[in-house]
Every structure is written in structure tokens, then in C-alpha cells.
């Protein structure tokens, strides 16, 4: 064999190696960052196993359990028609509403999604920049933001 294809071998068995390390390393990263309610109730993740889940909240599920001072809701992926209860014994977030998106994390115990964490989506109602520029602009307020 001449040393040419030597090093063109030697090269794409790197190459292959390199792909195969990759794979093995996204496979455990967070590259599937959530599931949604079915795909964890489908999956039948055991009790105590961490887990993220991401869906919408159920109107009118969002209540505060006095009795247990902890929040209780119910989500739903879009386009799904499994419900998930959950428990969350934290403070809530400000900006958690009837119908606001969230991402849970935490883990199944007694038939309930016991959440360590809420994040709440942020709403898709922001101002474009060309709308607040023409906004500043017909107030005639000018700065250095706003121009």
C-alpha cells in the first residue's frame, strides 16, 4: 500500500471516530431537552427519575392548595389530549398565568408530576424594533436607542 492511501485511510478512520464520539456525547446531552405529558406517560418513567417536561396549562386548572401550600395545575402538549397533574411546592413564578406555556422539571410520584422547577415561556407579543423606532419617533423623543 503507498504511503498516499495510507494516510487517506488513516484520516477517514479518524473521521469515523470522531462521528461515532459525537454521537455517543449528544446522546446523553441535553440535545432532547423535553417530552411532552404522553411521551412521559408512555414511556412510564420510573418514580424518582428527573425528567423535563414541557406543555401548556389546562384553563382553570391553576390553583393554590392551601391545605398542602403548594400549587396544582394541569398541562397539556398542543395537538395532545393526555393531561398531566402537577404539584409544585415553590413560590410561582410572576408571570404564570391560566394558559401560559411552561417547562417543568422534576419527577413522577403517585400519579403526579412533583416539580422541582416552573419556567414559564415567554409570550409571543413583543413589539418588533421598526414599530417602537416608529413609535419614539412619532412622540419626537430621540436618543441614541431610538434613531
Do not use: H
Not at 53 to 81: C, H, P, T, Y
Amino acid at each position: 500500500m503507498s504511503p498516499k492511501r495510507k494516510k487517506i485511510i488513516a484520516a477517514a478512520v479518524a473521521v469515523v471516530g470522531l462521528l461515532g464520539l459525537l454521537v455517543v456525547v449528544l446522546r446523553g446531552s441535553p440535545a432532547n431537552y423535553w417530552i411532552t405529558p404522553a411521551e412521559l406517560l408512555n414511556q412510564g418513567a420510573p418514580a424518582g427519575q428527573p425528567v423535563r417536561v414541557a406543555g401548556k396549562i389546562v384553563n382553570r386548572s391553576l390553583n393554590w392548595d392551601q391545605a398542602d401550600n403548594q400549587m396544582v395545575f394541569k398541562i397539556k402538549a398542543d395537538g395532545e389530549k393526555v393531561i398531566l397533574p402537577v404539584v409544585y411546592p415553590g413560590i410561582a413564578p410572576e408571570s404564570l398565568v391560566g394558559d401560559s406555556q411552561v417547562l417543568v422539571e422534576g419527577s413522577m410520584e403517585g400519579g403526579k408530576f412533583k416539580a422541582q422547577t416552573v419556567l414559564v415561556r415567554c409570550p409571543n407579543n413583543y413589539v418588533t424594533e421598526r414599530a417602537v423606532g416608529a413609535l419614539f419617533r412619532g412622540l419626537k423623543i430621540e436618543g441614541a436607542l431610538f434613531r
